[in-house]
């Protein structure tokens, strides 16, 4: 079982910053896909982010391309997502997810539990209009 903790997050105005971090405290994210999935209130987890274990590969929705960056650094077993232009619709807890397995783009924005087995408790990110 691999633990998650997330921080980070709080309250921004459009088009603001932020950077959310994920630890790993009792096991090493470098086996891991790493990735970060949303939920807006009464909506449904969606795909954010994901990097494979080297950092070298990553996938974004499109709704985030161009404006959020994930990035980790298995040394510091954190990973990072850095939020910009931030917009009132990006209002959602954030959780930090990890896979065992590193797949498709279209898997991790459609595929069961987008593609994630292990889950953090999630931060809230506000960004008020």
């Known amino acids: 079982q691999v633990q998650l903790v997330e921080s980070g997050g709080g309250l921004v105005q459009t088009g603001g910053s932020l950077r959310l971090s994920c630890a790993a405290p009792?096991?090493?994210?470098?086996?891991?896909?790493m990735g970060w999935i949303r939920q807006a209130p009464e909506k449904e987890r969606e795909f954010v982010a994901v990097?494979?274990?080297?950092?070298?590969?990553?996938y974004y929705a499109d709704s985030v391309k161009g404006r959020f960056t994930i990035s980790r650094d298995n040394a510091k077993n954190t990973v990072y997502l850095q939020m910009t232009n931030l917009k009132p619709e990006d209002t959602a807890v954030y959780y930090c997810?990890?896979?065992?397995?590193?797949?498709?783009?279209?898997?991790?924005?459609?595929?069961?539990?987008?593609?994630?087995?292990?889950w953090g408790k999630g931060t809230l990110v506000t960004v008020s209009s």
């Open positions: 997810a990890a896979g065992e397995a590193f797949f498709s783009e279209t898997y991790y924005n459609h595929g069961e539990n987008h593609g994630m087995d292990y």
């Open positions: 009792n096991r090493a994210i470098s086996g891991y896909a």
């Open positions: 990097t494979n274990r080297n950092g070298g590969t990553t």
